[in-house]
């Protein structure tokens, strides 16, 4: 397995700086979008994750939201294109997930894209509710408790 390190992402570091590039690359650009202010309006007040390779370089990432003290919600969970279908988004969301339970949040909730259902519905969460349209696209909400 690639010797990749899950590490959080500290708002304005280099590493965030690379993480903004991922979501841009891969969570606007195919779309025809650019990442835009009010998508990293709340960062700040955000929880950043990433796995890295051995050179420092950001493969995949996500960001945790904290709803309640028991819920997260989950957003902009991106991997690198060339690296997509090789597990390391079920590394990256189970990763996550146990630091979350650590931080004692034991519900997640997350809007897919109706093309990464199936990505979800593999690690557990189930589909509430029916489908909606965010960043052009039609999406579903999904829990996971
Ligand atoms: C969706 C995404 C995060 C999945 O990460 P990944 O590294 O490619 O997926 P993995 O290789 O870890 O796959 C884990 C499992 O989910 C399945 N899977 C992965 N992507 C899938 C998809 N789009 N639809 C259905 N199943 C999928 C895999 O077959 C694998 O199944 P298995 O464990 O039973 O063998 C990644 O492909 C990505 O960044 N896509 C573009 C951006 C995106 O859609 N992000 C999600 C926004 S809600």
Known sequence: MTPLV????????PEYL????LRDEVLRRPLGLVLTD????NDA???????????GSLTACVVAVPATLSKAKIRQMAV???LQSQGLGRRLMEALEKELRARGFHEFELH???????FYHRLGYTTEGGEFTEVTIPHVKMLKR
């Open 6 to 13: 899950f590490l959080e992402i500290a708002h304005g570091t």
């Open 18 to 21: 690379q993480e903004l590039a």
């Open 38 to 41: 009010g998508d990293v309006s």
């Open 45 to 55: 007040e955000q929880l950043h994750f990433g796995l890295f390779d051995a050179d």
């Open 80 to 82: 690198s294109p060339a």
């Open 112 to 118: 897919a894209r109706r093309s990464a259902e199936g």
